[in-house]
C-alpha cells in the first residue's frame, strides 16, 4: 500500500557530489519523520539524517557540514544532497519514513529498498 522509492545513487569520485531522492507514494494520510540511513558491507545500518515534518533536521556527526536533508511534504519527498564525498560514505543508502495510513493516527515506519553509492577514483 505505501512504498518509498530511492533514487539518484551512482559512482562518483572523492569530493563529488551526489543527490539522493525518496518518494513515498500509495495511501498515505500523514507523514512525520522522514529520513536517510546507511549500511556499509559488514557494518550495522547506521542513521545519517532526519528531517520532521516541522522541518527540524538532525544529523550524524561523521556528515555534519557536508550532506543537507531536505522536504518536500507536497510530493511526499525528502532528498539527500550529499557534497564533498569521501570513499567512507560508500554504502547503500536507505530511506525510511513514518506514515499514517487514512483513516488512522497510528503511525508506521517503512523503509525504501536502498540505492547504491559508491565514492571511488
Known amino acids: 500500500q505505501v512504498q518509498l522509492v530511492e533514487s539518484g545513487g551512482g559512482l562518483v569520485q572523492p569530493g563529488g557530489s551526489l543527490r539522493l531522492s525518496c518518494a513515498a507514494s500509495g495511501s498515505i494520510f500523514s507523514i512525520n519523520v522522514m529520513g536517510w540511513y546507511r549500511q556499509a558491507p559488514g557494518k550495522e545500518r547506521e542513521l545519517v539524517a532526519t528531517?520532521?515534518?516541522?522541518?527540524?533536521?538532525n544529523y550524524a556527526d561523521s556528515v555534519k557540514g557536508r550532506f543537507t536533508i531536505s522536504r518536500d511534504n507536497a510530493k511526499n519527498t525528502v532528498y539527500l544532497q550529499m557534497n564533498s564525498l569521501k570513499p567512507e560514505d560508500t554504502a547503500v543508502y536507505y530511506c525510511k519514513a513514518n506514515i499514517a495510513l487514512p483513516g488512522s493516527y497510528d503511525y508506521k515506519y517503512y523503509w525504501g529498498q536502498g540505492t547504491q553509492v559508491t565514492v571511488s577514483s
Open positions: 528531517i520532521a515534518n516541522s522541518g527540524r533536521t
